[in-house]
Structure formats: structure tokens, C-alpha cells
């Protein structure tokens, strides 16, 4: 983090969160257990996870200004959220970050940062 007092400062605001989001969706897409929770056209999904992460990584609340209250663990009970889903999906935002030349001290920090909601999330065995 150095000298920026937010995740969302230190990834390159606005833009920074747009690349992640870029660079995630397509592992996602590609993972066999994330894949098929998906609907076929995933930019919507892409953009509200763009103005969702930008407000949890401490920028402007983007995603609440749209769309209210966030309440995502609500929004996801619709989905079987596995402890191997969960696990799943930091993977595959961990390999976005790689992917995009993260220094590993801030990679390491979102992903501790994510792993707090995904697990949160979790709703089912199996
Ligand atoms: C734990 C594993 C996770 C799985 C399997 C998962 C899966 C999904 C699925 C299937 C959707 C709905 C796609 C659709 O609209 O049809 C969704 C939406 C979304 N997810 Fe996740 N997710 C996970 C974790 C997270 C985490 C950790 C965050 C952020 C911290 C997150 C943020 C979002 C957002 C912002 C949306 C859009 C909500 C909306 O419709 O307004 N998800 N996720």
C-alpha cells in the first residue's frame, strides 16, 4: 500500500478496478466450478462488480448510488456458493492480479481483503 490510504488509490482508481474486473471475468468464465453460475453475456455483471469493487476497496460508492444497500450475501443466495466455489473465485481474482503485475504486498492485501466476502458468502455443502 506505501503511501496510499486506500486499495482503491493504490490499484489506479476508476481505471485500476476496471482492468482487474477485465482481467478476472474471463477466469471466472473459464473455471469449471464459477463458469456455469453465469449468465452468457457477462458485462453487466462486469460492470456492477467494477462500481462494487471501487466502493469495498474504499473509492467512491459507486455501486450503492446505482443500485441501494449493497446486501450481497443476499444477492448471492440465489447461487450455490461452495467453500470450493469460494475458493475458486479468489483464485481466480489472485491470478487476475499476477496477471496484471500486482507488487505482491498489495495482491496479498486484496486478496486477504476479499477473502473476508467470499467465504462470508458461502451458503451451501454442496
Ligand atoms: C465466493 C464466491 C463467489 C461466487 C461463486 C460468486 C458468484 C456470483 C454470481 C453467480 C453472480 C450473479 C451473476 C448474475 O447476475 O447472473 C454474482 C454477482 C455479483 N458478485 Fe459474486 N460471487 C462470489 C464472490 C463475490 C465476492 C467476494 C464479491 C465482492 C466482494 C462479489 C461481488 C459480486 C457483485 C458486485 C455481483 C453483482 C451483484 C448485482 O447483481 O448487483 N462476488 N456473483
Given at each position: ?14 481505471e ?17 466450478l464459477?463458469?456455469?453460475l ?9 460492470d ?24 450481497m ?38 486478496i ?15
Amino acid at each position: 500500500m506505501n503511501n496510499y490510504s486506500t486499495i482503491y488509490e493504490a490499484v489506479g482508481e476508476t481505471e485500476g478496478v476496471r482492468r482487474i474486473v477485465e482481467v478476472f471475468y474471463p477466469k471466472v468464465k473459464e473455471h469449471p466450478l464459477l463458469g456455469p453460475l453465469f449468465p452468457e453475456d457477462i458485462t453487466p455483471v462486469m460492470d456492477k462488480q467494477a462500481l462494487f469493487l471501487s466502493q469495498f476497496f474504499g473509492g467512491p460508492p459507486l455501486y450503492s448510488d446505482q443500485y441501494g444497500h449493497p446486501m450481497m450475501r443476499g444477492r448471492h443466495m440465489p447461487f450455490p456458493i461452495t467453500p470450493e466455489r469460494a475458493e475458486a473465485w479468489l483464485d481466480c481474482m489472485n491470478r487476475a492480479l499476477v496477471d496484471l503485475g500486482m507488487p505482491e504486498e498489495l495482491r496479498l492485501f486484496i486478496i486477504e481483503r476479499l477473502s473476508a466476502p467470499a467465504h462470508h458468502f458461502i451458503n451451501t455443502d454442496d
